[in-house]
């Protein structure tokens, strides 16, 4: 058996060998599927109307606010949130869902890598038989689909909803409830995606891939396609685009409705632009994807024919595609707001271009929509097509390069301080050029018709999911670590913890990109000896990723527990070069106030953004005989 590349051939040809032996020795019972499906449905709808209807939830909201929603007048506001599991199980406070979601979002990130660990163990070596092709698949599939649905949507979800609010000077975000229900669909969505990896009878993991190609998905024959595990999948994936809609509309309701009076859009800062770029792009993306899936389900469980027949497979590249290439932008566009966010903190001046940064994003936002077919240039599209296609993802990359023109200029004769989210921040301009210089080379027709379906393209998209996204994540964590702690974290570990994702990085998918130069195809368990050696040393980089993760790990939980302790408003220092900014505004109130969790009343905020005047008045008064320990790193 080879890798998944060919698995419906091979099944087609060779059914009776291609029944996973242990798993079940025919495919399943129609009805028993109908049935299971059906249970699950029923249980999912059933959960999503008890919380719609709980009338008393206790929420925690600033004094001032009645809870920060728009057009409910029914708010629930207490001075003290309850304590232990049952404040997390009820709470809508917006710094509350903003940690949940980080929680989760670094669990599948944990599971995700997890899974990767054991691929790349498995192709250190040609002959490598540590795990069976058949589970080989299965963990490919669920490694993409964990790392795109469940790692990067949610982390960029746990900083949206924790920051957002603060940096518009709102109470809360317009719909709290909502918010906490679009959190909560995720747990599910997560438990039906890895279902086949618990000990369900008759139910094993998903091996379709990330992208769901059909006929493979649609389980035709006696293949191992036909099992529950893959509806489980899918309507797992369409729980999580759920709860991705319904947040996209709440961000997007909150910046136009709740912006404090001091907030306008030519003073928006960056990191709101994007999220209300990102919730626009969601808004159209995701339910085009529930539309494919739903049709998906049908095929696969009541006989309909969407993609079963001829021109089924392009219909669904097509379907699939016009979402999942706005994906990339909808998991690329906060982190780059994250960077522009960050980085002149310690570059010692305002980010250079600031409006520039703002179109260059909705630009994106706008060409995200007119570039899915270069997915499918080697499908046979008419030439004409294929060659407006090329137009544009090559225009694309234009808006790209604004923001990292953007981004050197400012670090350009600054004041860098080299702490651990700059030391991030820089590794993401680093590592996003040479992911987006990979794609601009894969747009070119000539080009993408010899490096499709090679370890090239794997490579360009880990540069931008690992590379960027996740570096970008990482310098987030950092930067807000006292603001959600209150403590600073050790940043000698910080700094390893830096140095090796970075070396990893470059290691692992930099050697994806020489493997399919080489020539050697994606999605394989097995492969020629010639490719070993740069096999090998892609497994060295990921066990350099994993190492340099562990103690992440260690610093991150450690730190939480026992780090020193942040006693004043300001831990970055940025009221030195006017770079002070709301949320920190609102950090040092609540130390100053030692109200448990947000505020007093309200009081006239500075917003200083990226977009907006400079107030000098900062105070560059205040305390500058701060703490110890809980400063700038040098």
């Known amino acids: 058996m080879f890798g998944y590349v060919h698995l419906h051939d091979i099944a087609s040809r060779y059914p009776e060998s291609f029944i996973m032996p242990g798993f079940f ?73 903003g940690l949940l979601y980080g929680a989760f979002g670094l669990t599948a990130f944990a599971v995700g890598g997890l899974m990767v660990v054991l691929m790349r163990i498995e192709l250190a070596d040609p002959g490598m038989t540590v795990i069976s092709n058949t589970f080989y698949n299965s963990l490919l599939t669920s490694h993409g689909i964990t790392m795109l649905f469940l790692f990067a949507t949610p982390i960029i979800a746990a900083f949206s909803n924790y920051l957002i609010p603060l940096l518009i000077g709102a109470d809360d975000m317009a719909f709290p409830r909502i918010n906490a229900i679009a959190f909560w669909l995720l747990p599910p969505a997560a438990l039906l995606i890895w279902a086949g990896f618990f000990p369900i009878p008759e139910v094993i993991p998903a ?44 961000f997007i309701a909150t910046i136009f409705t709740e912006r404090g009076k001091n907030v306008s859009w030519a003073n928006l800062d960056i990191f709101s632009w994007t999220i209300l770029t990102q919730s626009g792009l969601i808004l159209f993306a995701f339910p085009l994807l529930g539309s ?148 601009v080379f894969l747009a070119s027709i000539p080009v993408d018709l010899v490096l499709h379906a090679t370890y090239y393209v794997v490579g360009h998209f880990h540069y931008i999911v690992m590379g960027a996204i996740a570096f970008a994540g990482f310098a987030g964590i950092y930067y807000w670590f006292p603001l959600y702690t209150g403590r600073m974290y050790q940043r000698t570990l910080g700094k390893m913890h830096f140095w090796l994702s970075m070396i990893g990085t470059n290691i692992t998918f930099f050697a994806m990109i020489l493997l399919g130069y080489g020539g050697m195809p994606r999605r394989y368990a097995t492969y020629l000896p010639q490719f070993a050696t740069l096999h090998q040393i892609t497994t060295l980089g990921a066990l350099i990723l994993l190492a340099g993760q562990i103690i992440f790990v260690w610093n991150f939980a450690q730190s939480w527990l026992e780090g020193p302790k942040v006693e004043d408003g300001d831990p970055w220092d940025l009221h030195d070069n006017g770079l002070y900014t709301a949320e920190w505004e609102w950090y040092d109130q609540k130390l100053t106030t030692a109200i448990a969790d947000g505020g007093d009343e309200e009081t006239e905020e500075k917003v200083l953004t990226d977009g907006g005047d400079v107030n000098s008045d900062a105070d560059a008064d205040s305390d500058n005989d701060s703490t110890v320990d809980t400063h700038s790193e040098e």
């Open 25 to 97: 020795g025919s495919h399943m019972e129609v009805n028993g599927q109908l049935v299971l499906t059906a249970l699950m449905g029923v249980f999912l709808i059933g959960v999503t109307a008890w919380l719609a209807r709980i009338e008393n939830w206790r929420s925690y909201t600033p004094i001032a606010g009645g809870g920060g929603s728009y057009e409910q007048s029914d708010s629930y506001v207490s001075d003290e949130k309850p304590a232990g599991l049952i404040r997390w199980l009820t709470t809508v406070d917006h710094k509350d869902i």
């Open 207 to 250: 091996q379709t891939g990330w992208t769901m190609y059909t006929p493979l998905s649609v389980g035709e024959g006696m293949g191992n396609q036909a099992n529950a595990g893959v509806d489980l999948m899918l309507l797992g994936l369409h729980l999580s685009g759920v709860s991705a809609t319904m947040g996209s509309i709440n």
């Open 292 to 439: 494919a899936i739903m049709m998906l389900l049908f095929d696969r469980n009541f006989g309909t024919s969407f993609f079963a027949g001829e021109g089924g497979a392009i219909l669904w590249q097509h379907l699939f595609w016009f979402f999942g290439h706005p994906e990339v932008y909808i998991i690329v566009l906060p982190p780059m707001g994250i960077i522009s966010y960050i980085l002149p903190r310690f570059s010692g001046r305002r980010l250079f271009g600031f409006k520039f940064v703002v179109y260059s994003t909705l630009a994106i936002g706008v060409l995200s929509f007119g570039v899915w077919a270069h997915h499918m240039f080697a499908t046979g599209l008419d030439p004409r097509l294929r060659a407006s296609f090329m137009a544009v993802s090559l225009a694309i990359a234009v808006p790209s390069a604004v923001k990292t023109f953007n981004w050197i200029t400012t670090m350009w004769n600054g004041n860098i301080r080299l702490t651990t989210p700059m030391l991030f921040s820089v590794g993401f301009v680093a590592n996003f050029i040479l992911g987006g210089v990979t794609g």
